[in-house]
């Protein structure tokens, strides 16, 4: 099994820059994605950004492109959503997802952490 655990998230205030960290510990050779999601509140969780395994392709929900940059440190098993210019509806609990079997479903997920962007 893999275990995922966020941190980084926080008070910011508009315009201002975030990293968010997601360590993976257990099987990871097992994870052939790990995804970014958010979910505001009252709202549906939804995609961010996803790097496959060896951080060579990545993937971004156009809300966040040229802002939001995910990267990767396979040694350490450590994935970073570096965060900037972000903005007050960036708002939300961001969770680390990861896929374990390759189907594109992402069946192991992290605690979340909140980010506030104060404008």
């Known amino acids: 099994q893999v275990q995922l655990r966020e941190s980084g998230g926080g008070l910011v205030q508009a315009g201002d820059s975030l990293r968010l960290s997601c360590a993976a510990s257990?099987?990871?050779?097992?994870?052939?994605?790990v995804g970014w999601f958010r979910q505001a509140a009252g709202k549906e969780r939804e995609f961010v950004a996803r790097?496959?395994?060896?951080?060579?392709?990545?993937a971004y929900t156009d809300a966040v492109k040229g802002r939001f940059t995910i990267s990767r440190d396979s040694a350490r098993n450590t994935v970073t959503l570096t965060m900037n210019g972000l903005k007050p509806e960036d708002t939300a609990v961001y969770y680390c997802?990861?896929?374990?079997?390759?189907?594109?479903?992402?069946?192991?997920w992290g605690q979340g952490t909140q980010v506030t962007v104060s404008s």
């Open positions: 790097s496959t395994l060896g951080g060579f392709s990545t």
């Open positions: 257990g099987r990871t050779s097992t994870i052939y994605y």
């Open positions: 997802a990861a896929d374990t079997t390759g189907t594109g479903t992402y069946d192991t």
